[in-house]
């Protein structure tokens, strides 16, 4: 591969992280103000989910940044490495922290559903589970692809 050819990529993950921070930034304390100021209520329950999602930022965050790791050790021609088996398993770790989190937080969703009558924020809540145990599952088995390949090619090495 050309030094070079995971800029699509790059872009992509810097892309995605610029909308999480926007949302972090812009729109949850604009969420939150709304609710305060209609329904304290409903504020009530939403400002632990919100709670929730600044925290999960933080492991989305790393799990990014070692997502572009993986990307430059691709660059590097050091795809097949420990150090891109050790990226991929803190993007696994990042993952499961982030699902654990939210599988906390689905009470919150169900309790502020029925504060609003409105069933659909549970789902929210669990398609926010969901999707993140979906990227620690797929970090998982290239995980154990990937060390599999290293492990066949340093018996190669030996061999010859």
């Known amino acids: 591969m050309e ?8 872009l992509a993950v810097l892309f995605i992280g610029l ?8 729109a949850l304390p604009a969420i939150a103000e709304e609710a305060r100021k209609n329904d304290p209520d409903f504020a009530k329950w939403l400002y632990p989910i919100l709670i929730t ?20 050790y691709i660059d590097k021609k050091m795809a097949f490495s420990g150090l891109s088996v050790r990226a991929i398993k803190r993007v696994k770790y990042c993952a499961i ?22 069933p659909g924020i549970v789902v929210i809540g669990l398609i926010l589970t969901f999707a993140s145990v979906v ?26």
């Open 19 to 26: 909308v999480i921070l926007a949302l972090c930034i812009f």
């Open 53 to 72: 999602m600044y925290i999960a930022a933080v492991p989305f965050f790393v799990g990014l940044y070692q997502a572009f790791r993986v990307l430059i």
């Open 135 to 160: 990227v620690a599952t797929f970090a998982a088995v290239l995980q154990k692809l990937l060390q599999e390949a290293i492990d066949i090619k340093s018996e190669n090495d030996l061999t010859v």
């Open 3 to 10: 030094r070079g050819s995971t800029i699509l990529l790059k």
């Open 97 to 118: 922290i982030i699902s654990a989190l939210y599988l906390l937080s689905l009470p919150l969703f169900y309790c502020l559903a029925q504060q609003d009558d409105a």
